[in-house]
């Protein structure tokens, strides 16, 4: 079993729609949980982060944490095709400071004009 | 400011060779990580610093990886000798002490052993 686990996609959305990613972690013990953007032949770039179960807004983006499903998404309101990318999702053992991320795969979205 | 940059960006090199990888973090930034992606797998941790000390190297693959950061600024990363499994992007990240989680990736460097 992968320690942080993503549909690798792709996933398509037509501009304007909810797209919504899923990714599931194995540890327990993780505490910190961020989502990554990266485009094609560049470097993974911070989009949210969420330390408490709940909803975490910001923007058209809102991470959602499960813990006790050991579960986060991220839900990208009025998608644009600017938003086509890999989100990766990482978690760390770490709360608040350093730490290594552990990253599932990636799951490739398409937002359709 | 200036971000995390990288040096080289493309490395090609035959199996048995060295290389060495550099990375040099955003000013200021006490953590210095290593991550690595192969081809068709997730980025893979490596090595974390704190400043010039080793704070995780649980990643690392085998002792043909050697890690420094000299005076807790640059840092480099040797590959000696290369396999072909060696080949991927190897990612640098920073981030500020205590209290910051945000890691700042670089642009990667991409190693392919032949």
């Known amino acids: 079993q992968k320690e942080v686990e993503q549909n690798s996609g792709p996933l398509s959305v037509p501009e304007g729609a909810i797209a919504s990613l899923n990714c599931t972690y194995s540890d327990r013990g993780s505490q910190s949980f961020f989502w990554y953007r990266q485009y094609s032949g560049k470097s993974p770039e911070l989009i949210m982060f969420?330390?408490?179960?709940g909803d975490k807004e910001d923007g058209r983006f809102t991470a959602q944490l499960n813990k006790a499903s050991q579960y986060v998404s991220l839900l990208i309101r009025d998608s644009q095709p600017s938003d086509s990318a890999t989100y990766l999702c990482a978690v760390s053992r770490i709360y608040n400071q350093g730490g290594k991320l552990i990253f599932g795969q990636g799951t490739e979205l398409s937002v359709k004009p | 400011e200036a971000g995390v940059t990288q040096f080289p960006s493309h490395s090609v090199i035959e199996k048995g060779q060295t290389v060495t990888l550099r990375c040099d973090p955003i000013s200021g930034h006490d953590n210095l990580y290593w991550y690595r992606r192969v081809m068709g797998k997730e980025i893979k941790f490596l090595l974390h610093?704190?400043?010039?000390?080793?704070?995780?190297e649980s990643g690392m693959p085998n002792n043909r990886f050697l890690a420094e950061r000299t005076g807790g600024t640059y840092s480099t990363l040797k590959v000696q000798p290369a396999e072909l499994e060696d080949s991927g992007v190897y990612f640098c990240a920073s981030s500020q002490g205590r209290g910051q989680v945000q890691q700042y990736f670089g642009p990667g460097t991409r190693l392919t052993v032949t």
């Open positions: 610093f704190v400043k010039e000390s080793k704070q995780d």
């Open positions: 969420i330390y408490s179960n």
